[in-house]
């Protein structure tokens, strides 16, 4: 079986990310993990340390990791589903984002014991 990530980029609109997080957290991600193949989710937001100055298109990060055999499925799914009452989404949630998916190329590597 095929793994991939759906690495979605997102904003809450301006004053309002209470009201985008609350949504994102206790709705959203329980109707993604529905999706064909979604087995977990994470989401972060933008730290107030970075490597380089900003400024930054996306404040809020959400991490799907997906194990299927064909990642169409789940991508037809989400298009037929997303907006509707099977996946509503939330006024506080900025029109503009992006949505990635990406497959690993390598296994995981991990700094030696000792």
């Not at 959203?28 to 730290?47: C, E, N, T, W």
Request: aromatic share 8%; charged share 25%; glycine share 8%.
């Amino acid at each position: 079986m095929a793994k991939y990530n759906l690495i979605a980029l997102t904003n809450a609109v301006a004053g309002r990310d209470d009201e985008f997080n609350d949504w994102y957290t206790n709705v959203h991600l329980a109707d993604v993990l529905k999706l064909p193949g979604v087995i977990a989710a994470q989401r972060y937001h933008m730290s107030g340390t970075q490597h380089r100055p900003g400024p930054f298109d996306y404040g809020y990060m959400a991490v799907y990791e997906i194990e299927i055999d064909n990642i169409r499925d789940t991508l037809d799914e989400l298009k037929a589903v997303s907006g509707t009452d099977r996946m509503p989404l939330s006024p506080a949630l900025q029109d503009k984002r992006m949505v990635w998916i990406m497959e690993p190329i390598t296994g995981r590597v991990e700094r030696p014991k000792g």
